[in-house]
DNA sequence: AACCAGGACGTGA
DNA sequence: TCACGTCATGGT
């Protein structure tokens, strides 16, 4: 079974996830399904505006290793604190205030210099930065490059994170803790570069791995035999 | 009351 | 390169 099988077993499974969540207050019109209310299902046409491609990347940062509902709370608060609108916004917010507000998200004093550098960054940027320029910004890596990159920009690169390691590895299509690139080139050689099926899919094994991959022992109800029509078409 | 969460970075080998 | 410790809060 390929990768693009078991993305359309995925996608027949649990449906549209709608990343990258986004709150309310940039403007958008969510809908309210998924677990929280930022989702957007079926929708692709996000990020709308600059407003919205700069929180997402805010998002990134702060939900590294971290749950999405208290990166939620964080969000919140820098909203309330109309930091959230553009990088300047959240630079002109002093440093304890930006601690406290994105406290309830974890490593807050990692995390405040990592968005400082990330709003410092987003200042500069015209469109889609390369992968490279993400990665020299102090408290990108790998991961949130490529999250920033697809979800915020709309550039064809694969994430991958935790969870997909630890299907990869349960279902034997990986044999040990491969680095980041080479897992990704495996999406990458396999799938046709489109941006809706790499948001689509990456949310999909997140969602999987969320029930399935979070505490061992490993392992999920999903029949990866059965055949579902071929419904969905990207690419 | 441990354990986990949509990682990144610094260090030493 | 690479394995390992560190960073922190909130939910289960």
């Not at 499974?13 to 209310?37: C, D, I, M, V, Y």
């Not at 916004?89 to 968005?115: V, W």
């Not at 410092?120 to 990108?140: A, H, M, S, W, Y």
Request: charged share 20%; hydrophobic share 35%.
């Amino acid at each position: 079974m390929d990768l693009l099988a078991i993305f359309h077993r995925l996608l027949a499974e649990f449906g549209p996830q709608g990343w990258w969540p986004l709150t309310a207050h940039s403007g958008s019109n969510p809908t309210k399904r998924g677990s929280h209310s930022g989702y957007h299902p079926g929708d692709y046409s996000f990020p709308k505006t600059q407003e919205e491609q700069f929180e997402i990347a805010v998002g990134a940062v702060l939900t590294q290793n971290t749950a999405w509902t208290n990166v939620e709370m964080a969000l919140r608060n820098l909203a309330d604190a109309k930091a959230l609108h553009n990088p300047k916004s959240l630079l002109n917010l002093p440093k304890d205030q930006l601690q406290k507000a994105i406290r309830p998200a974890g490593y807050f004093n990692q995390k405040s210099e990592y968005l400082h550098a990330l709003a410092t960054f987003f200042t500069t940027c015209n469109e889609p930065p390369t992968r490279q320029k993400l990665l020299d910004v102090r408290g990108i890596g790998e991961e949130t490059a490529d999250a920033i990159l697809l979800y915020a920009f709309s550039v064809p690169t694969f994430v991958i994170d935790a969870y997909t390691k630890r299907f990869l590895l349960h279902r034997g299509i990986l044999s040990g803790n491969e680095p980041y690139k080479i897992v990704q080139q495996l999406f990458h050689d396999s799938l046709p570069h489109n941006t809706v099926l790499f948001q689509e899919f990456h949310a999909l094994l997140v969602e999987l791995g969320k029930r399935y991959y979070s505490k061992k022992p490993y392992g999920d109800h999903i029949d990866w035999d059965k055949k579902d029509g071929e419904n969905y078409r990207f690419g």
